[in-house]
Structures are given as C-alpha cells and as structure tokens.
C-alpha cells in the first residue's frame, strides 16, 4: 500500500490529498498570475502610446473573483477535514504507549516498567501514544506517518497511527524547548508482530521505583534548562558524573581546583557566582537560596550523592 509521498502510516493519504490539493491550486493561481502581469507589461507598454482608462462598478468580475476563491476555500477545508478528523478517532482496539518528552530526549513507555528510548511498534496495528511531558512545551512529530501533536504540561494530548510500512523513521520535536531542541530525536521502528512481541518482551524493565525527590526539585525548578544530564555542555555545566568530581573554578581571587563535596553543591545552589566553573560565564545564574528550602537542598545534594551524578 502506498500514498502520494509514499507515506508509512494509514493516516498519510488523507494529509498528502490535501497538500497536494493546495499545491496544484496555489501554482494555478501563480501562473496565472504571473502570466497576467507579464501580459499587461507587454499589452500596456508606454511604447504602444496607448492611453490607459479608468472603470468601476463591474459587478460580474467582483462576483467571479469573491465566488471562486470562495469554493476553492471551502475545497480545501472539506479535504483539510477529512484528512485530520480520522486523527481523533483513536480505535478501540489501539495498543496504548506512553510518549515522554523531556529536555533533551523522548522515551516510550509500554507499561509494566518497561521504557525504551526508541518507538518500537508492530506492521498493521493501531498504536496510540499518550503524550507527557516533563517540563515544558515539546511537540511531538513523526514526519513519514503525517501525524504531530503538542506535549504540554498538565494537559491530556494523544495522537493514533498504524504503521503500513517497515522501517525506521525519525522523530522529532517541533517546539522551541530549548538550547538543545534540535536534537531532540528519536525514531520510530516498524518491525513484524512476531518481532515486535520478542523485542517486548526481552525489554528490561526499570521497575517501579519511584523518582528521587532531589531530581523531582531539580525539574519542577528547570534545573535542566542549563544544565544537562548526558554530559552536553549547555549553558552551566553538565550534572553528569558531578559528585566527587575535581573542578577548576574561576573565583575574585583567581583560579583553583575544588572537589565537588555537598558543601560545593550547596553553595553553587546559593551563591552560583562565589565559584564560576571554568569555561562558562559568571551571572547568568541567581541565586536559590530565597527561592529553595533548606530541606529542598539537602534532597538535590542527597541526589547528586546517592542516585546520580556520581563520579
């Protein structure tokens, strides 16, 4: 099975009908125009001496140019519809994923404490994907299925597809979420049923632990906005492998090594220009100390000492 563009998802055609629609009139028109323009140049040239006249009040022409664009509005709303209305109506029968975004990542959870970093799905069958998000607005988008949806914060946002082609396809963000927006990216792999339930169930799962209070404080505060957890320097240093690490910071009386202990943190989260690491500049970070309560801090050190960015 195969669309206009050669779409992987049941609900490409519907989307290409439309877009090819609105290409074929919109180069219409622009020929048409164009070619109007070059006329009058050459009809009306000053070389042809001839006088030009003024008219007004011809009711036919106003009718044809209000009727006619009118219609193919009205065209293009009717194959806009049909395109995006099957995109709501998520079948009964649609396997359920849970789509996270984050900054800078996706992941998919199937349930049962199994995530993965890609989107696996099975050939011909209907898949829904509950869009989360973490922290700020993402949008999720997979161009070859023709299907895109916002993540919001707080807000119930889903998207449906079936899969008509194997592969491999991309998947990106597509709102600003930050520095490192454009490599927000994933893929979508389309694999066999029989595949698709080995690779399930092979999936280790993470299990139900829940999550450290320390990095719950760390993103309800955007901590992540500057700071990364895979080691990409963004705007402040990463928090990968930070704990027990050696620093060369940059202070008022000069350059020195420090380790990064709990007094280290602490201070960072209180007095962030005290200490500026190396290579990155000093104000851009104020300080927590009226913002975070005492405990707050302790739950972030606690973090970074006990379940991640530990050296």
């Not at 049962?112 to 509950?130: A, Q, W």
């Not at 973490?134 to 919001?152: Q, S, T, W, Y």
């Not at 709102?175 to 169930?201: N, P, Q, R």
């Given at each position: 099975m195969t669309t206009l563009f050669s779409g992987a998802s049941n609900l490409a055609e519907g989307v290409d009908r439309a877009f090819m629609f609105i290409i074929i009139i919109s180069f219409i028109f622009t020929i048409a125009i164009v070619g109007l323009i070059i006329y009058i140049l050459v009809h009306f040239s000053r070389k042809k001496n001839k006088n030009p006249q003024q008219?007004?009040?011809?009711?036919?022409?106003?009718?044809?140019?209000?009727?006619?664009?009118?219609?193919?509005?009205?065209?293009?709303?009717?194959?806009?519809?049909?395109?995006?209305?099957?995109?709501?109506?998520?079948?009964?029968?649609?396997?359920?994923?849970?789509?996270?975004?984050?900054?800078?990542?996706?992941?998919?959870?199937?349930?049962?404490?199994?995530?993965?970093?890609?989107?696996?799905?099975?050939?011909?069958?209907?898949?829904?994907?509950?869009?989360?998000?973490?922290?700020?607005?993402?949008?999720?988008?997979?161009?070859?299925?023709?299907?895109?949806?916002?993540?919001?914060?707080?807000?119930?946002?889903?998207?449906?597809?079936?899969?008509?082609?194997?592969?491999?396809?991309?998947?990106?963000?597509?709102?600003?979420?930050?520095?490192?927006?454009?490599?927000?990216?994933?893929?979508?792999?389309?694999?066999?049923?029989?595949?698709?339930?080995?690779?399930?169930?092979?999936?280790?799962?993470t299990g139900d632990t829940p999550e450290h209070p320390g990095m719950a404080i760390i993103k309800a505060n955007a901590c992540i906005t500057c700071h990364s957890l895979d080691g990409t320097k963004v705007i402040g240093p990463s928090f990968k492998d930070l704990y027990g690490a050696k620093r060369m910071v940059v202070t008022a009386q000069g350059e020195k090594e420090v380790e990064a202990n709990d007094d280290y943190l602490r201070r960072s989260i209180t007095d962030p220009n005290f200490e500026v690491v190396k290579g990155f500049n000093k104000g851009l970070m104020q300080s927590y100390k009226d913002v975070l309560k005492a405990e707050d801090i302790d739950k972030i050190v606690d973090y970074f000492k006990t379940a991640g960015g530990h050296k």
């Open positions: 008219f007004s009040g011809n009711v036919p022409l106003e009718v044809v140019w209000t009727v006619i664009p009118l219609i193919l509005v009205i065209i293009m709303f009717y194959y806009g519809w049909v395109g995006f209305a099957p995109m709501r109506k998520v079948p009964d029968n649609a396997m359920q994923v849970k789509a996270i975004g984050r900054m800078w990542s996706w992941s998919f959870d199937y349930g049962n404490g199994k995530i993965s970093k890609d989107l696996v799905v099975p050939l011909e069958r209907n898949v829904k994907l509950n869009l989360f998000s973490e922290d700020v607005n993402h949008g999720l988008f997979i161009p070859a299925f023709r299907v895109k949806e916002d993540v919001i914060p707080s807000y119930n946002n889903y998207l449906w597809f079936r899969a008509i082609t194997k592969g491999k396809f991309d998947i990106f963000c597509t709102e600003y979420c930050g520095l490192a927006h454009s490599g927000m990216t994933a893929k979508v792999i389309v694999v066999d049923s029989l595949e698709f339930d080995k690779w399930l169930s092979e999936l280790k799962s």
